[in-house]
């Protein structure tokens, strides 16, 4: 069908551009241009090793230094072990097993150490990921042909638009505790939904909530497998504690975010650990290490006989290891069997421990951040499908500008909602943002149907506090300037600084505790180069010392999913041409609207930004709000 075969053809662009600019950093950069970028760490040492699966060899590694440097090293991704005394022949490829703060396991395709290992100057550095793109294209072509099988093909025909989905007419109330009454007709949307339901979930509206009692009412009334995906490690580890917090037997395939005893509980690893069987493995892979330690004694000069004991001793190794092998997939057969709800992410669902396993309902939250063909490694593995998220917020990133202009940036989730209208409940009442805060989003992007639950509807960081400023820059001389491929503007900077030290001043003479309530404080830039400034100038001004642990400074990306009490925004932009970039995808301006609980401050230059109608309507809505201010106000008072 040409649905699929479009989405293949677009597939294919985004992987050409992804490998391009792969190539031009790693063939053509230093080791450490290449650490800087978040693809490399070097130095390492390694720390131990063990034999794994497959008789392969399983190292752990660990950054000895730019231990702080955010980088991309992640579960499942392929890497390359090498010595930077010779990186064009002493490599070694692998798998990342597990990583974890400044470690990581690289499964090696090997079951020894080459002697290049034990020379120093070792690194580990990220291969190009062809795995994630070779498992969506097979996916596609799954979809295309399963639309012949007429078992799957009316959920299928839902999905791409074809057919109406349809709903069970007479299923029985659930009484969902604690939900509201859009949170309500959502999760009984989803139980009776028979091939697609959708939640749309504004910022704060309680999505997860909502999910987490839908999916336990499908396992606990409807005796349902369930399997639960989602873009990020972060959203998947959110929704794995949660589900596991109401009794639900979960197991997390892959490598959680986050190191916490509670999720490291749910992992396949773990609970492969604690089972009965565990303890032969361990017999098992002693013996198997021993074999192969009496076989290396034998070195290079030695007669037929010695060579024929040598052979013998690996070939005892060998059958080991196949024994441990066998050993380890009845546990995993046996745990898998005892799963009610799987999480994993959306390529993680294909992993080689769960990829022959099907389920009833699947399930994908951050649905606005999924690449659609991302999307249909898991959905092929069920009968129904639950979308959650919010096409209002942040869309996947595409790297080809092409692709992305031939539909790759419209997600699945907006498709949808678009052909299955019946499908869609939007939750409608938000437990973040003050009134104020929420207003201009609501009217704009949710039909004005938010609602402030009244626990915050009216709270502000303290009594008097105004919840939203607009601080108008215009005609105070602030420009932009061009840094590499990004924007920034110091002047803009330094004055959101000055704003944020007079904010936490007030604070102080409100004698907020430090310790007990003190608020949490975002600092937001569209432009990396801006965040950069402004990480700069909070770390150097000396009257924000003592609250540092409470300021966040990041790009609005960076942002999506969080929130913070006080959020301050540094537009940027500031030209004669009225030029704003990707100001103009004003979903990304939603985002970082909303992140705010108790106070928005917005900084920019209206005469640059008016000029699109957005923000002009935003500056209207802030004069009606009394929140809009000229910097001018200011500056005497600085």
């Not at 690996?314 to 080991?320: L, N, P």
Request: hydrophobic fraction near 40%.
């Amino acid at each position: 069908m040409d649905y699929f075969k479009k989405l293949q053809e677009l597939l294919q662009l985004e992987r050409d551009e992804d490998r391009r600019n792969y190539e031009k950093l790693a063939l053509h950069s230093s080791v450490a241009s290449r650490r800087a970028e978040g693809l490399a760490w070097y130095p390492i040492a390694i720390r131990g090793s063990e034999l794994g699966r497959g008789d392969y060899l399983t190292v752990e590694l660990e950054r000895t230094t730019h231990q702080d440097l955010p980088h991309q090293l992640r579960f499942g991704v392929p890497a390359v072990l090498f010595s930077n005394h010779d990186p064009a022949k002493d490599k070694i490829e692998g798998t990342i097993a597990h990583q974890s703060g400044n470690r990581l396991k690289l499964s090696l395709k090997t079951d020894e150490l080459p002697d290049w290992a034990r020379d120093g100057k070792l690194g580990v550095e990220l291969l190009f990921d062809d795995n994630s793109y070779d498992e969506m294209k097979a996916a596609l072509k799954r979809a295309e042909g399963a639309l012949e099988d007429s078992e799957i093909s009316t959920y299928l025909k839902v999905l791409t638009g074809q057919k109406s989905a349809t709903f069970l007419p007479n299923i029985p109330f659930f009484d969902f505790l604690g939900l509201n009454a859009s949170q309500t007709k959502a999760a009984q949307q989803i139980v009776s939904a028979n091939e697609l339901a959708i939640v749309h979930g504004p910022p704060g509206t309680g999505k997860t909530t909502t999910l987490i009692q839908a999916i336990k009412a499908l396992v606990k009334s409807s005796h349902q497998r369930v399997l639960v995906v989602a873009p990020s490690n972060t959203a998947v580890d959110l929704l794995s504690e949660k589900l596991s917090g109401q009794g639900l037997q979960v197991l997390r395939v892959g490598n959680p975010a986050k190191v916490s005893e509670a999720l490291g509980s749910l992992t396949l690893d773990h609970q492969m650990s604690q089972h009965a069987r565990y303890k032969d493995i361990k017999t098992l892979k002693k013996q198997a290490n021993e074999f192969k330690n009496m076989a290396h004694k034998y070195k290079r000069h030695f007669g037929k006989s010695e060579r024929e004991q040598r052979k013998a001793l690996f070939d005892e190794a060998h059958k080991i290891m196949k024994e441990v092998g066998r050993t380890e997939q009845y546990i995993l057969d046996d745990l898998v069997a005892k799963a009610e709800v799987v999480t994993a992410t959306l390529v993680g669902a294909n992993h080689y421990t769960v990829r022959h396993l099907t389920y009833d309902t699947v399930v994908i939250d951050e649905a606005g951040q999924a690449l659609e063909p991302a999307c249909w490694i898991p959905i092929l593995k069920g009968k129904k499908l639950v979308l959650a998220g919010d096409h209002f917020q942040l869309p996947p990133t595409i790297k080809s500008e092409l692709a992305a202009k031939a539909g790759l940036e419209m997600t699945l989730l907006e498709k949808l909602v678009e052909s299955s209208p019946d499908a869609v409940t939007m939750l409608e009442e938000q437990y973040r943002m003050h009134t104020h805060i929420m207003g201009y989003s609501s009217g704009v992007f949710y039909q004005n149907k938010l609602l402030a639950h009244p626990t915050v509807a009216h709270r502000t960081l303290y009594a008097d506090a105004t919840a939203l400023a607009f601080i108008d820059t215009a005609g105070c001389g602030f420009e932009e300037k061009l840094e590499g491929t990004s924007s920034t503007n110091p002047e803009e900077g330094a004055f959101l600084v000055r704003q944020l030290s007079l904010l936490i001043s007030e604070l102080e003479v409100q004698q907020i505790d430090l310790d007990a309530s003190f608020p949490t404080i975002g600092v937001i830039s569209p432009y990396k180069q801006q965040v950069h400034l402004l990480k700069e100038l909070v770390d150097r001004h000396p009257a924000l010392e003592p609250y540092r642990r409470f300021i966040n400074v990041n790009t609005i990306d960076s942002f999506q999913g969080q929130e913070r009490d006080v959020i301050l925004i540094s537009l940027t932009r500031s030209n004669s041409e009225g030029s704003i970039g990707f100001l103009s995808d004003i979903r990304r301006m939603n985002v970082a609207m909303t992140r705010a609980r108790k106070k928005l401050v917005m900084i920019g230059d209206s005469a640059t930004l008016g000029q699109a109608a957005f923000y002009a309507n935003l500056i209207t809505y802030a004069e009606q709000q009394d929140a809009y201010h000229s910097a001018w106000e200011f500056v005497g008072s600085e």
